[in-house]
């Protein structure tokens, strides 16, 4: 399990790679990747800064992987999540889940990404032709979150 | 009195003017919500940023609480607006 909260962009390559390295159990590594885009039209968007909560972040980001870990028989786990300033097409959010079968890691890698995008203290300053704007949560995303509810 | 540390994030911060800052609250103020109360009477832009509670996301030291949660001396309590991150 690793949860790296950081400013540098990251490999997406590298870090599946280092999931699985010198293991033989592992049959299968899901990952998700997430990129700034640049919405069509007019309210485009030139840049977007990432703010979070030092601290909160890592300890949300920690038991959110826990929980995932909980929940399917995973081998390996990485979050990767960047904050500051960020350009439309970089990376800014990594989730890769290892396991022995594909079910597992698929599912535990949709889970933590939906998780995340509801319970990790960041928020999204996005920079348009308009000026800065803090970016609304999204009812999709609670939605998303909410379909992993246990008790539903 | 109780001190407490209060962190501002996001809208809140640039409402307050700041994303932090240590405050005396008389003892009235038992919970956040009695500790919100308090802290709209600051300033015009706490009391903006207070303006929509329903908007208002907390945490208690680094935990996610509701507005009935205790305040205690000492404690980290810091308010934003529904997290946008992934």
Same mark, same amino acid.
């Given at each position: 399990m690793a949860v790296r909260v950081q400013r540098e962009d990251f490999d997406p390559g590298q870090e599946m790679a280092a999931l699985g390295e010198g293991r033989h159990d592992i049959g299968a590594v899901a990952s998700?990747?997430? %990129?700034?885009?640049?919405?069509?039209?007019?309210?485009?968007? =030139?840049?977007?800064? %990432?703010?979070?909560?030092?601290?909160?972040?890592?300890?949300?980001?920690? +038991?959110? +992987?826990?929980?995932?870990?909980?929940?399917?028989?995973?081998?390996?786990?990485?979050?990767?999540?960047?904050?500051?300033?960020?350009?439309?097409?970089?990376?800014?959010?990594?989730?890769?889940?290892?396991?022995?079968?594909?079910?597992?890691?698929?599912? =535990?890698?949709?889970?933590?990404?939906?998780?995340?995008?509801?319970?990790a203290p960041f928020w999204k300053l996005e920079e348009g032709a308009g000026g800065e704007q803090w970016v609304d949560a999204r009812e999709a995303d609670d939605e998303a979150a909410a379909r992993w509810a246990e008790d539903a | 009195m109780t001190t407490l540390q209060v962190r501002y994030f996001a809208w809140m911060r640039t409402r307050v003017g700041t994303g932090a800052e240590s405050v005396e609250a008389p003892d009235t103020v038992r919970d956040?919500?009695? @500790?919100?109360?308090? @802290?709209?009477?600051?300033?015009?832009?706490?009391?903006?940023?207070?303006?929509?509670?329903?908007?208002?996301?907390?945490?208690?030291?680094?935990?996610?609480?509701?507005?009935?949660?205790?305040?205690?001396?000492?404690?980290?309590?810091a308010f934003f607006p529904p997290v946008t991150g992934g």
């Open positions: 998700f990747t997430g %990129l700034v885009r640049e919405e069509k039209g007019a309210g485009r968007i =030139s840049a977007m800064t %990432l703010e979070h909560y030092p601290g909160m972040t890592e300890r949300k980001l920690e +038991e959110i +992987e826990a929980e995932a870990h909980r929940r399917w028989p995973l081998e390996a786990s990485v979050i990767v999540h960047r904050y500051g300033r960020l350009e439309p097409g970089e990376r800014i959010v990594f989730v890769a889940t290892a396991s022995s079968h594909r079910k597992a890691a698929l599912e =535990s890698c949709a889970f933590l990404i939906d998780w995340l995008k509801t319970k | 956040v919500a009695g @500790l919100m109360d308090w @802290l709209e009477g600051r300033s015009p832009g706490h009391a903006k940023a207070f303006a929509r509670r329903e908007a208002v996301r907390i945490a208690v030291n680094q935990d996610y609480v509701e507005a009935d949660h205790p305040v205690a001396k000492g404690d980290e309590v």
